[in-house]
């Protein structure tokens, strides 16, 4: 293990502190900046009115009432002690409602990595070692389409082909990998594979001319381990840079995807909780995706040194 | 004949008359039992507690665990026996007496009695419950200072024995009954063993019983075998919870969901085609689709001008078209569905000229400048649209606004807006439709367009209080035309409400009061072959 890397980490998570106060005060300024009164959004949702009394003990009962600094306080006290509240909408504890959804969110973001990362790292290699070729142009026109598709249109597309004409998958649900999981982590996983393929091709390309891949090459090494080894490990430090960042993407909520095919995760949780002012949710959730972010760029800041010895943590 | 022979033929004739009925084919009307019923939700129910929740979706899931004191007939929409077998009303109207069936059980077995209902009363008023329905019995006699914790018990409410109990509210409400419509009967003992859990792990004595509920996936209930009213046919209910209309349409499309609501996209998809159109149930549901006109803005605050918006819309072509013919022009407040609906009320025709007339004579020759508010959605996007054309033709300039539904709401309640679209119900009696026209509920109490006709808040305030429901019916009509009359609203269409079945589904009866609302134990599916 690299030298100073636990200093590095007890920094980083250090580090980690302000940023989390940070959102909590950027979400819950905004939750209070947009207008609308969740409230009002939770009792008049078909009838259209709101009968004042019983919104003045439903506030209280939330502690709405109290000065906005005093309730944000109130908040803070409460998630430094691992209570981040109840919900309003559904009046469960907001840490079991998102952990609940966890697995649903973990396994979409797994299967939609790996395919991408399979896909997509395969097609940007042979795309820079076939350069200029058909296989290139057409793995590039490929990555290009595989990124302006919307999630939406994809999904549903498939949805229709799979589903409804040829009825090979069901249409939505969630259930065991085979056969609920393949149509949304192929949904999620295409533009991201597309992203992944340009990245190792323009990664690759620049490495492949290195003196060093030129060395192993005249070494008489062979063609697949000069790639694999020399050329792929080097190239491959965007890559996980960007697939890193995709991940937390991916983590905090494909919100279109899981939308599309009735997926039950972070995303749909926390578009909901959105939609009816549902602050403590909006909170958990919005911190939830925060620790997500905060652990994955640490890990990949962490996989450099395992990637290129020659970085070191000071 | 000896008695062996007897019993042989006997015997014989007994497995032969089985046989037969094994292969005759079970006709459409004679229900069957079993089967897992698989029905749709558009997000999730949230919350099972009766106490806590109003939305559709929940009240779509709770209406199936729960017994109400009293229902409601979709078909008449009469209060008829629920958990109560009879009912009676004082002859001053404040004291209403109830008798319940004798022999209701819970779902963990215990029998249902008044003291159940009492507490199901009390645990609404609770204030620390943050209860939406509070305002819906505080008006029982000691209602309030057991609210504000001065009295330990509702006074009001007094249990005769274990089978009555007598209600008195503190004034004359010919609504007051319909409250028990929506009063779903909990029991003391689980409700307060499981806390805040019993909305998670609700437990009641209605056809069908909690089993589980993955959130935002599923929620499966199976039925009561000991149900009052008999148990359902069906022996499993799920709901699912799917939040795209495209993949609810790709799972009834491929047999996965039993039935489904149609969307003013999707119904001329299935009344259109001779496959489907038979297996489609309308209802002209209880809402009212309009424009509503801020009369305090200027230039809204002229009827003239109001009323020119009335003449300036054609509304049997938006409604042909862009409703895909989802609907029923409005000639008013009150649809067709509801008692109080009056044929000889016409409304306002199509007539751009009179609109520009009555703009002329407001000073507005040249028209004005106004906004059109509505939620963000693609579809309120094209009424808006829709709308926008018409009132160009005749001058006004109107800017459309869109904005999640809560801000728009929001901005409505605080008189911030000139006019907003809005869809909405006022259940079965006509004077809680009014509500929305009193004074008394400026803002978010539902008077958005901040109306005040003294006549109309009158003529309401004494059909709140008329039990003679042919009388209360003439007064609600007064107060339409006047309402009419004044343009509020533009009044502009009643929404019906479709839903397509599987052929081999049967027995749902559509609800008017919404869509949803669909009682699951007379539904049966007859087995696929």
Redesign the interface.
Known sequence: MPRGIWGFIARRLLLAVPVFVGVTVVTFALMQI????PV????????????????R??R???GLDDPVPIQYLKFLRNAVRGDLG?SY????DVTT?IL??VP?TAKLAAAALVLAILIGVSMGIVAALRQNTFFDSASIMLATVGVSIPNFWLG?LL??LL??EW?WL?????GPPYPYLIMPAVTLGTGLSAVIARLTRSSMLEVIRQDYVRTARAKGLPDRRVIMTHALRNAAIPIVTVVGVQMSGLLSGAVITE????W??VG??LL?SI???DLPMVQGCVLFIATIFIALNLLVDLSYAALDPRIKYE | MSTRMFQRRAAAAIVALTAFALIQPTTAQTPVYGGHFRRALS??P??L?PA?T???RAIAVKMNIFDPLLRQNPRTLELEPGAAESWSVSQDGKVLTFRLRRGIRFHHGREMTADDVKYSIERILT?????????TF?RVVGAQQF?AKQAREVSGIRVLDPYRIQITNSVVDSTFPLSFGSLYIVPKDEAERLG?DF??RPVGSGPFMFVSW?????LLLRSNPNYWEGRPYISALEF?????P??AQ??F??G?LDFMLLSDATYRRYAEDDRWKAMVIEVAELFTRHLGLNTQKPPLNDVRVRQAINHAIDKATTVRTILQGKAVVATGVFPPSLNAYSRTLRGYDYNPQRARELLTQAGFPNGFEMDLNGSSSPVTGRWLEALQGYLTAVGIRARIVQ?????V???A?KGEVMSYV?????GSNCVNWL??FRSR?FG???NRMFYKNDRVDALIDQAERTFDSRRQIQLCQEAERLIVADAPWFFWNYNKAALVHQPNVHGIIGNPL?MDWIRMDKVWIQPRR
Do not use: C, H
């Not at chain 1, 909408?89 to 469960?92: F, L, S, Y």
């Not at chain 2, 204030?127 to 305002?135: A, D, K, V, W, Y």
């Not at chain 2, 809005?422 to 006022?426: A, N, Q």
């Open positions: 947009v207008p609308g009164d009002a959004l939770l009792m008049e949702e078909k009838m259209a009115t709101i009968d004042p009394a019983a919104a003990i439903i209280a009962k939330w109840i909408r559904t009046d469960r409602s609940e959804r649903a549903l949805i229709y589903a409804v009825r069901p249409p939505s649900g969630y939308r599309v095919f009735s039950p995760g749909r949780l909901d939609s009816v002012r | 997000s999730d949230a919350n507690d806590l109003n939305t559709s204030p620390e419950l943050g209860s939406p329905f509070i305002r505080d609210t805040r909305g998670q993955s959130r935002d996936d599923s699912r919870i799917i939040p795209d495209a993949t790709a799972e499309d491929t996965r904005a999640d539904f809560g801000v709401l929001d901005r309640n809005l869809s909405v119900g006022g509500g929305p509920n978010a109490a539902g919404e």
